[in-house]
C-alpha cells in the first residue's frame, strides 16, 4: 500500500512512523511533513489546507489511501473532492467537520441531541449585542469564536471588563480573522479535562485509549495556552463505570445524531471531555486526532494502524483489531523561546542522536527543517519526546532523561506532565 499523509507535525510525524512499521505499507509520503519526518516518508512541499494542491499532488502520485491530519483541509473540503473521484481517504465531510469548524453549530448539535455539555446563553454577531447580553451571565463566564482560529477562539472572562474587552478585538478589530464574526457565550465547567478520541467507518466504531493533554505553558498549569505542551495516556484516565458512561451518554448519540441529520461521520472524531461533579460533559469536538495526543495515543498501539484505517476506508472497521499496550505513554514537548507568544527559528537542534532505538524513546519531530545533515526549529512546538512503559512514573523518567540531552538555544518545557496523577 502507498499512503499519503496531510500534515507536517508531531501528530503526523507519529502516524508516519507508525504507518511505517506495517508490512502492508510499501511507501509514504507527507505533505508538507518536517524535518523528522523526512527520515521516514517523501517529503512533498504543499500547502495541506489548499484542497486544490493535494488534489494535483494525489493525481500525479496516485496514494492508495490517504490519511489527513489537521483540520483546515477537513473543514476546507479536501474529503469530498477525494470521495467524488473515488479515491480512499481516512476524514470526515465537509459537513460533518462543521463540528470543529463551527462552535455554534458544534453547541447545537449537542443541544438538540441532549448530549451533556455546557450551557449556553446565547449566540451573537455585533460586539453590541454580545456585550449587552453579559448582564444576565455568571461569572467566569466562557467566550467562544465561531470559526477556526489557531486555537486562540476560547476566552475564559473573570468579570465584565475582561469580556468585552476580548469581545472587542475579536468582533470589531477582528483580531481573529473571519473566525471571530461570531461568537457564544457558555458557562464555565470545572473539572478535569480528558481527551477521547473515537475512530469510525460512519457504522462502526472503535475508541482509542484514553489521553490528557497540558495546555498551559507553564508547570502548575500557569500562563498563557498553548496547542499542547504534553500528553499522557494511561487506563487510570477513565475508570470503566466512566467509560460506560462516555459512550452511552456521550459517544453513541453523537454518531446516531450526526447519521440522523444527514451528516454520517468518517474518521478520527476528537471529544473534548470536562469530567465535572455532575458528570462527564463534551466541551468541544475536533474533526481530527489531537497534537500532542496523538503521539501519546500512538506509543500505546499494539495494532498495524495501516490495516486499520485503510479498513475504515472500505467501511469496514474491526474495532477487535485495536490492542493496546497496557501501562501507560507520554509525550513531552519542547518549544521554542518565547512560545506561544513571539519567538525565533532557525536554532540548530543538538543531541538528537544520542537519544537512539534501544533507549525505547521515540523524538517525534514538530517544528523542525532539515538542512543537510543539520536539523533546525522552524516553529514554536519543536519536538515531542515521547515513550511507553509499564507505569505512567516509568515512561515519565524515560522521556525525562531524554529530554536533558537534546538543546536548542532558548528550549523550554514542562517539568509536570502527568505529575499529578503519577504521585
Ligand atoms: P476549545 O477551543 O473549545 O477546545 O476550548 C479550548 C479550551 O478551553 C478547552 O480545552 C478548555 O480548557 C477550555 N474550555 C472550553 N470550554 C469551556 C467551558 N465551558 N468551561 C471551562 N473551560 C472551557
Ligand atoms: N491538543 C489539543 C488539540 O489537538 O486540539
Redesign the pocket.
Known amino acids: 500500500m502507498k499512503i499519503l499523509v496531510i500534515g507536517g507535525g508531531g501528530r503526523e510525524h507519529a502516524l508516519v512512523w507508525k504507518l511505517k512499521q506495517s508490512p502492508l505499507v510499501e511507501k509514504i509520503w507527507c505533505a508538507p511533513g518536517n524535518g523528522g519526518i523526512a527520515d521516514e516518508a517523501e517529503c512533498m512541499a504543499i500547502d495541506a489546507g489548499d484542497v486544490a494542491a493535494v488534489i494535483a499532488l494525489a493525481e500525479k502520485i496516485r496514494p492508495d489511501l490517504t490519511v489527513v491530519g489537521p483540520e483546515l483541509p477537513l473543514v476546507n473540503g479536501l474529503t469530498d473532492a477525494f470521495r467524488q473521484r473515488k479515491w480512499l481517504i481516512v476524514g470526515p465531510s465537509k459537513e460533518a467537520a462543521q463540528l470543529e469548524g463551527s462552535?455554534i453549530f458544534?453547541k447545537k448539535f449537542l443541544e438538540r441531541h441532549r448530549i451533556p455539555?455546557?450551557k449556553m446563553y446565547g449566540t451573537y454577531d455585533s460586539a453590541a449585542k454580545a456585550c449587552g447580553a453579559l448582564s444576565k451571565v455568571k461569572w467566569?463566564v466562557?467566550i467562544?469564536a465561531d470559526g477556526l482560529?489557531a486555537?486562540k477562539?476560547?476566552?475564559?472572562a473573570a468579570n465584565r471588563e475582561e469580556a468585552s474587552d476580548f469581545i472587542k478585538r475579536v468582533m470589531e478589530k477582528n483580531e481573529l480573522g473571519t473566525g471571530g464574526q461570531r461568537i457564544l457565550l457558555?458557562?464555565?465547567?470545572?473539572g478535569e479535562?480528558l481527551s477521547f478520541i473515537i475512530l469510525t467507518d460512519g457504522t462502526n466504531y472503535a475508541t482509542l485509549v484514553p489521553t490528557r493533554?497540558h495546555?498551559r505553558v507553564f508547570d502548575g498549569d500557569r500562563g498563557p495556552?498553548t496547542g499542547g505542551m504534553g500528553a499522557y495516556s494511561s487506563d487510570d484516565l477513565l475508570p470503566e463505570e466512566l467509560r460506560t458512561t462516555v459512550v452511552s451518554k456521550i459517544v453513541e448519540p453523537t454518531l446516531r445524531g450526526l447519521t440522523k441529520d444527514g451528516t454520517p461521520y468518517q474518521g478520527f472524531l476528537y471529544v473534548?471531555l470536562?469530567l465535572t461533579k455532575s458528570g462527564p460533559?463534551v466541551?468541544?469536538?475536533?474533526c481530527r486526532l489531537g497534537d500532542p495526543e496523538t503521539q501519546a495515543i500512538v506509543a500505546r498501539m499494539d495494532f498495524d494502524l495501516a490495516g486499520v484505517v485503510k479498513d475504515v476506508a472500505e467501511g469496514k472497521l474491526d474495532a477487535s483489531k485495536l490492542r493496546w499496550k497496557s501501562g501507560a505513554s507520554v509525550c513531552v514537548v519542547l518549544a521554542s523561546g518565547g512560545y506561544p507568544g513571539k519567538f525565533e527559528t532557525g536554532k540548530r537542534i543538538e543531541g538528537l542522536t544520542s537519544v537512539g532505538p534501544n533507549t525505547g524513546v521515540k523524538i517525534l519531530h514538530a517544528g523542525t527543517k532539515r538542512e543537510g545533515s543539520t536539523v533546525t526549529t522552524s516553529g514554536g512546538r519543536v519536538l515531542g519526546v515521547t515513550t511507553s512503559g509499564s507505569s505512567l512514573n516509568a515512561a515519565l523518567s524515560a522521556a525525562y532523561k531524554a529530554c536533558t540531552k537534546i538543546r536548542f538555544e532558548g528550549m523550554h518545557y514542562r517539568k509536570d506532565i502527568g505529575a499529578r496523577a503519577s504521585r
Open positions: 462552535k458544534s455539555t455546557a467566569p466562557v467562544k482560529c486555537g477562539g476560547v476566552f475564559l457558555e458557562e464555565t465547567l470545572e479535562e493533554d495546555k495556552n473534548g470536562m460533559k466541551l468541544e469536538f475536533n
